[in-house]
Structures are given as structure tokens and as C-alpha cells.
């Protein structure tokens, strides 16, 4: 080991790091708080495009039918965003908002407006259409075999869109 990773330092952190991993990923399972007992949890795969990027990962979703919503979305386990949006307020942690960032909902800045307005799409996920608008801000598409919602396609004015594929 000494030859390859220069002592047992390299080795200690190697094994650090694995764990840390490994710990990040359990922590995904966890019930988000905040929302209460009433609140729908919804789990799946999450696609987040950029004009210039993707990323796909798991999610864990607590929606309320007024919008209100918190989620986690992980890649192999590695938090990507935690975002709370609860009425006007904004909270989110992550590597996505590097210090993470707090405040009005309706002032987000640039990387967080397609957060807050999700909070506007959020109540059709209690609906039985399968397509709805905003003007000049959001255009979203809804998969409902029978009653349950399979998937929502959300493409914003500015770009970006968010691709909610639910786990059965």
C-alpha cells in the first residue's frame, strides 16, 4: 500500500471519503420534515436540464396541494439540492447552490427560479389534466395512466426544464 498511496495517510482518507459516500447516500431514504402528515411523498428518477447541461438522479418529493413542496435530489447518492418552498420562502442546500441560499421565493436568483416556480406547477400534480400553462414562464405535460401520476414533463421560459419520472 505504501508504494501505491504513500502511506497510511492516503489509506485513512481513502476510507473516509468511501464512507462519507456511503453515509450521504443513506441520508436520501430520510423523510424530509415540514410539510405534515398530510403532505404526498412521491419518489423517482429526476431529469434537470440547462441550456448547457443535464443532470439525472433520484429524488424524494413532499408536495402539498397548494404547491408547497420540499425535496431532495441525489446523484449515486451525493446530495445535489435540498429545497424547501414553503409559501414566499426559498431555502435550499446543496452543491447546485454553493452556500446555499435563503429568502423570497418570488426574488430567487438565476439557478433557483426554476425551484420556485415549480411551486406554481406543483397543484396539477392533484389534478387529472394532463397539460398545463403559465404564459411566458411554464408550459408542463402530465402521464396519468388511469388516476396516478406517472410522469411530468416542465419546460421553463428561460430554458431550463425538470422531467419527474414516479416510481410506481
Known amino acids: ?16 471519503v468511501i464512507s462519507l459516500v456511503f453515509l450521504a447516500g443513506c441520508q ?8 405534515g402528515s398530510e403532505a404526498a411523498t412521491r ?10 447541461r443535464s443532470f439525472i438522479g433520484d429524488f424524494i418529493l413532499r408536495t402539498g396541494p397548494s404547491g408547497d413542496y420540499d ?10 439540492l435540498q429545497i424547501q418552498v414553503h409559501g414566499d420562502r426559498l431555502s435550499a442546500t446543496g452543491s447546485f447552490v454553493r452556500g446555499g441560499w435563503s429568502g423570497s421565493a418570488s426574488h430567487a436568483p438565476g439557478p433557483l427560479r426554476t ?17 398545463a400553462s403559465r ?3 411554464w408550459r408542463a405535460s ?14 421553463f421560459a428561460h430554458g431550463e ?7 410506481q
Open 1 to 16: 500500500m505504501k508504494k501505491y498511496f504513500g502511506g497510511k495517510h492516503y489509506l485513512g482518507l481513502f476510507l473516509g
Open 28 to 35: 436520501t431514504g430520510r423523510e424530509l420534515p415540514g410539510l
Open 43 to 52: 419518489t423517482g428518477q429526476l431529469r434537470y436540464a440547462t441550456r448547457t
Open 71 to 80: 425535496l431532495a435530489f441525489s446523484k449515486s447518492g451525493v446530495p445535489l
Open 115 to 131: 425551484w420556485a416556480e415549480l411551486h406554481q406547477v406543483i397543484p396539477y400534480f392533484y389534478s387529472t389534466q394532463t397539460e
Open 135 to 137: 404564459a411566458n414562464a
Open 142 to 155: 402530465f402521464v396519468r395512466p388511469g388516476r396516478r401520476l406517472q410522469s411530468a414533463q416542465i419546460r
Open 161 to 167: 426544464s425538470l422531467l419527474f419520472n414516479f416510481a
